[in-house]
């Protein structure tokens, strides 16, 4: 396939490809990942846009992939309360992932948010581009708020990132071995959630 030209919109910076990248430092600064399933049920996408407008409201950021499902209904939830999204990418920016959100990525960076993807222009995604992605949404972020997650799921390697770089992890429900172990605090609501936060 041939390169898309990104133009003077999408930068190289410190590592991270960047579409968006003047308003990266401020988005950042107060970012919450929300993270689910892509086959989300409609009361699980429901939970999510609700925690993302209570975030949202309150001046936080949001960041989530643009995957069906909780991550979707994350970056939808936020632009109708006229807040600012991050959206990370596990491709190059040239392409939204999955193609079918071009449209919301599109808004994402003409609306004040930003792209971020480690990887390059015409870079596919992967199954450890994915595993990478999520990551890095933990890194950018300064807590993250599990709504669902099932085994060997992007939004359980997007929790285990996070514990792993001591970042606050809320889930709803609780995951039962997160729990266990004290590493998730259990949150039913979002005014909980900005409680913690």
Known sequence: MASRPLGSRARLLLGLWVRGYEHLPDLIASTVVVAGNRAASAQVTDRARAFAGADTETGHAVAATLAYGVDAAVHQAAELMR?????????????????????????????????????RPCTEASGARLQAT????????????????????????????????????????????????????????????????
Not at 94 to 102: F, L, M, Q
Not at 153 to 174: D, G, H, K, Q, S
Not at 177 to 185: C, H, Q, V
């Open 83 to 119: 807040g600012r999204t991050l959206a990370v990418l596990p491709r190059g920016l040239d392409r939204a992932y999955p193609h079918t959100h071009a449209p919301l990525l599109h808004s994402i960076t003409h609306n004040g948010g930003a792209s971020v993807s480690l990887f």
């Open 134 to 197: 999520a990551g890095l949404l933990a890194a950018l972020s300064h807590a993250v708020i599990l709504i669902e997650a099932m085994a060997r799921t992007e939004a359980l390697r997007t929790a285990e990132a996070a514990i792993a770089l001591n970042r606050t992890l809320l889930a709803l429900p609780a995951d039962g071995s997160l729990r266990s172990e004290g590493l998730a605090l259990p949150c039913p609501d979002p005014a909980r959630a900005l409680e913690l936060l």
